[in-house]
């Protein structure tokens, strides 16, 4: 019954409750709001890559970013440019930002292509992020602005066909047989979730 119910409703619906969820699910103040929908945004985005398909690449762009995200921290090493607000290091970029920008946008541009009021949520929710980690002093705006360009650089870049893309995927190769088993459950699950099934 309750598949049924969720085939009814609609993706939009079960990622902002998935949204929603998040933000309520646990202590309510800015930092671990933020943490929590760090968490939520790229989750969503590659369970949506994968019921349509390209939960490979979806991963391979979330690695990569992540990649160049900590690589970048470890690499500027005491820099004043990677030192946090509250005087720890390693701040450059915000992977926090990261991480929720590049799942909003994937969400944007694979979920939801033609519901606007959800595509303004995602992106508040991503921002809330960004403005959750200078909040809490664990990261300052600039920190902030080049994670969340690293993410939606990594998103949009990543998806056109280039010799870094096709050397990346290369080496992601091994993930693709899981994840489409992966994708066969998920469709089979919804298949069973819509009415009259």
């Known amino acids: 019954m309750f598949l049924r119910w969720l085939g009814r409703i609609g993706k939009a619906h079960v990622v902002l409750a998935v949204l ?7 202590p309510g103040n800015p930092r671990q709001i ?5 968490i939520a945004l790229p989750s969503i985005a590659f369970a949506c ?3 349509n398909g390209s ?3 979806y991963a391979l762009r979330f690695a990569t970013m992540m990649i160049v ?3 970048s921290k470890h690499a500027l090493g005491q820099a004043p440019i990677n030192i946090r607000p509250d005087g720890g290091d390693l701040g450059f970029p915000s992977a926090h930002t990261s991480a929720a920008v590049i799942g909003a946008s994937s969400i944007v541009y694979e979920c939801f292509t033609a519901n606007p009021v959800a595509k303004a949520l995602i992106v508040i929710s991503a921002g809330f992020v960004g403005g959750s980690r200078i909040d809490s002093d664990r990261h300052d705006i600039w920190q902030v602005l080049a994670g969340a360009l690293l993410g939606w650089g990594c998103d949009r870049a990543l998806r056109r066909d280039s010799h870094a893309r ?4 290369g080496w992601l190769a091994p993930l693709g047989r899981p994840l489409t088993t992966l994708r066969q459950i998920a469709l089979r699950v919804m298949a069973k979730a819509k009415p009259g099934s």
Do not use: I
Request: net charge positive.
């Open 34 to 38: 933020g943490d929590r929908l760090q």
């Open 49 to 51: 890559s994968v019921l």
């Open 20 to 26: 929603v969820f998040a933000v309520l699910n646990g």
């Open 166 to 169: 096709r050397k990346l995927a």
């Open 69 to 71: 995200a900590h690589g």
């Open 55 to 57: 939960g490979g690449e």
